[in-house]
């Protein structure tokens, strides 16, 4: 325990991963000292980034840490952001992205030690519009299957899996994009189009072998195919990274239109259907912590 660490602020997200969030609250009252006070915040999904803002200002923590995934993460990262706050992941989402690109330990217990422990990145975030994402966000076929899955009541990769079916069959994909990026205008047709801070997907897929969270850049991932057999290996892991398949481009920032509008998510939320996208890098938005 770092004796510093004197107050602490819990965001749980209590729909994340459609588990019981009772028992993590219980194992940080339990492993925080006497002397530490703890204080917690429950999403409800109604201005959450404004009032976990005022209960950083109000309440002052150290450390705060989150219980969600990488959803919660991206919330807490915009409200924290002007505060300069070491943030704490305890994965608990359905997918924990974020999580599993910093390689941090599934285990509960060994999570909460990380999280409380004082080796950081400082990592870059996207600001797309008005919002930011830290993690992985897109345009088309994966925001269509989030769309979906935000509407199944079966959690889980295999409930993710349920969720592309009726969205692979209803998908108006290939879509026509224009993306602007190094000074060049390049009209493409995909199934999806990614901006990646990071390597991997939340199923561990990796999408992104360049990507680093903390190099002031960012890749633009151009899917030019994608049918079941291939969400089928993205949940198993395993993503063709053939150029037929897709193809990479790396930036600090990009604008991509559409003829019409396509389905957009960030960090793992939908976002509705968009037709122009901007994104630009933002180094050192968040300190994570990641070790001892």
Not at 30 to 46: A, H, K, M, N
Not at 102 to 131: C, F, V, W
Not at 152 to 174: D, K, M, Q
Not at 242 to 260: A, G, M, Y
């Amino acid at each position: 325990m770092t004796a510093k660490i004197k107050k602490v602020l819990l965001v749980i997200n209590p729909i994340a991963g459609d588990s019981d969030k009772q028992p993590i609250i219980e194992m940080v009252e339990q492993y925080l000292d006497s002397d530490v006070e703890l204080r917690i915040y429950t999403t409800t999904g109604d201005d959450d980034i404004t009032n976990i803002g005022t209960e950083i200002k109000d309440f002052e923590p150290n450390r705060v840490l989150v219980a969600g995934g990488d959803g919660t993460v991206k919330m807490v990262a915009e409200a924290s952001r002007d505060f300069k706050l070491v943030v704490g992941i305890l994965p608990a989402g359905s997918a924990n992205g974020l999580a599993t690109d910093l390689d941090l330990p599934k285990d509960s217990k060994r999570a909460l030690i990380t999280a409380m422990g004082n080796q950081t990145i400082k990592m870059d975030a996207l600001r797309i519009g008005d919002s930011i994402g830290l993690h992985i966000s897109d345009l088309g076929i994966n925001a269509e299957l989030i769309h979906k899955y935000s509407e199944n009541s079966v959690r889980g990769h295999f409930g993710y899996f349920l969720s592309s079916i009726p969205a692979l069959l209803e998908t108006e994909s290939p879509y026509k994009f224009t993306i602007t990026a190094n000074g060049e205008d390049r009209k493409v047709e995909a199934v999806m189009v990614a901006f990646a801070n990071s390597q991997k997907f939340g199923t561990g897929a990796l999408v992104n072998p360049n990507g680093k969270l903390d190099d002031g850049k960012f890749e633009v991932l151009i899917f030019k195919k994608l049918d079941v057999l291939e969400i089928i290996k993205t949940l198993r892991g395993n993503i063709d990274m053939d150029p037929d398949f897709v193809e990479v481009i790396q930036t600090t920032e990009v604008r991509v239109t559409t003829e019409k509008p396509v389905s957009f998510q960030i960090d793992g939320e939908p976002d509705g259907t968009q037709r122009e996208v901007n994104v630009t890098i933002l180094p050192n938005y968040i300190e994570i912590a990641t070790g001892l």
